[in-house]
């Protein structure tokens, strides 16, 4: 068996990985130039965690990143909402990574290299055309830099290249844009003084804004000090329509944009939002957007993973996870049934319906749910958490998006 996969990002590449350890034979073929280590901090969340553990990279991201301990919820106040152990330290088998996302690129990148070879990586490879017929898969791409056209042929094709996924236009030509929220978020990352123990994440604000604080790397000759990303999710229109600049994790961030939604009113204590934007120079806006679910990923020896199947809000740690949760379902439906056509409608069958149940659920707000609801009984704050939100309600919006996202820890440890 030969499969092509479409799209050199971390759902193209943890693909790779996972079927050559399968002994099937691949290649992976991106539209940019050059694969560089891009962007700012991502979470991973212990079922994906659990899946690169199997492919024996967990060494190489604890080297990039950081174990997470502990997830603090709080009002744009300070207080606390709610907050949980993460991880080894709530029970997992294995940790929550807070990593750069240009480092994890980095570490599977090294891995796809060392593993299946350079040859199997093609650079500067854009997708024009897909065609299937007596039971193999034809992708026709052109090359920039060359000019020229190329052809390759395989028993079956995956399409990893993400929100503006050229193979789900071919199946949908009428879907149009990704979807806008009328939320921006802007992120940045930044040496920064240790909070805490220097393993804690805090999502803090509400309906109106919110703001993200997590390490993200820990140099052992700045010991004072941790790579600490930030982000600042903020409404800036109730309208319908497109979003002001195209959907790109690396466009400039402007900093009188995401400061305006933070100044003076956040008194979160350990960090002043405003004073930790302003310090970071560079950092990225990228509108809030995703997709509607669709009626179907797999059409013949044609198959979608990732942000290409399923994009969703940047809210509960998902977005990353879901595709390294796709590489391995796939995998898995391809070693047990080796027709591949077969297998990629069992792979959707068994992915599609819980990812469109996430997607709906982070245009909720995922279990940020919890402060949103905080924040609309208690703008002002509040004496008593209790009085504002009982713990039972506040679990069933932070456990229950977990166990509907497959990441509880009784889900984790019996996989």
């Known amino acids: 068996m030969k499969l092509l996969i479409i799209g050199g990002g971390i759902g193209g590449l943890t693909t790779a990985l996972s079927l050559n350890r399968a002994g099937i034979d691949i290649e992976v073929f991106e539209q940019s130039q050059e694969l560089r280590e891009l962007g700012v901090g991502i979470n991973l969340l212990p079922h994906a965690v659990k899946e690169l553990a199997g492919l024996d990279l967990l060494p190489a991201l604890d080297e990039a990143g950081i174990r997470t301990r502990e997830l603090i919820y709080l009002n744009r106040h300070g207080q606390a909402v709610w907050r949980e152990l993460r991880g080894l330290d709530a029970g997992y088998e294995v940790p929550q990574l807070s990593i750069h996302r240009g480092k994890l690129h980095g570490v599977l990148l090294r891995a796809v290299m060392e593993r299946l070879g350079p040859s199997r990586l093609h650079t500067d490879r854009r997708l024009v055309d897909v065609e299937e017929r007596d039971g193999r898969v034809t992708a026709k791409f052109e090359s920039r830099a060359a000019g020229g056209r190329f052809t390759a042929t395989g028993d079956g094709l995956i399409g990893a290249d993400g929100i503006h996924s050229r193979v789900r236009g071919f199946f949908y030509p009428d879907e149009g844009p990704p979807r806008w929220s009328g939320i921006m978020l802007w992120r940045g990352a930044l040496n920064w003084p240790v909070h805490e123990d220097g393993r804690t994440m805090v999502i803090a604000g509400g309906n109106a804004a919110k703001f993200v604080f997590y390490p993200i790397h820990f140099d052992k000759t700045r010991p004072d000090q941790r790579l600490t990303n930030w982000a600042v999710m903020a409404r800036i229109t109730d309208n319908e329509g497109p979003p002001p600049r195209r959907e790109d994790w690396n466009s400039l961030g402007r900093l009188e944009d995401a400061r305006a939604f933070v100044e003076g009113s956040f008194r979160l204590g350990f960090v002043d939002p405003a004073e930790i934007i302003t310090a970071t120079g560079t950092f990225y806006e990228y509108p809030n957007c995703d997709r509607d679910p669709v009626s179907c990923w797999s059409f013949g020896r044609v198959t979608l993973l990732g942000d ?100 509880s820890r009784e889900q984790v440890n019996r996989r």
């Open 308 to 407: 290409a199947a399923h994009p969703m809000y940047p809210v509960g740690s998902n977005g990353a996870s879901q595709a390294i949760l796709d590489a391995a379902a796939l995998t898995r439906h391809l070693t047990a049934t080796p027709e591949v056509a077969a297998a990629f409608t069992a792979y959707d069958a068994e992915r599609r319906p819980m990812t469109a149940d996430i997607v709906r659920n982070n245009r909720r707000g995922g279990p940020e749910g919890v402060i949103d609801l905080v924040e609309a009984r208690a703008p002002h704050g509040f004496d008593d958490i209790e009085t504002v939100a009982s713990h039972a309600e506040r679990e069933a919006i932070v456990k229950g998006y977990a166990s509907m996202a497959g990441y």
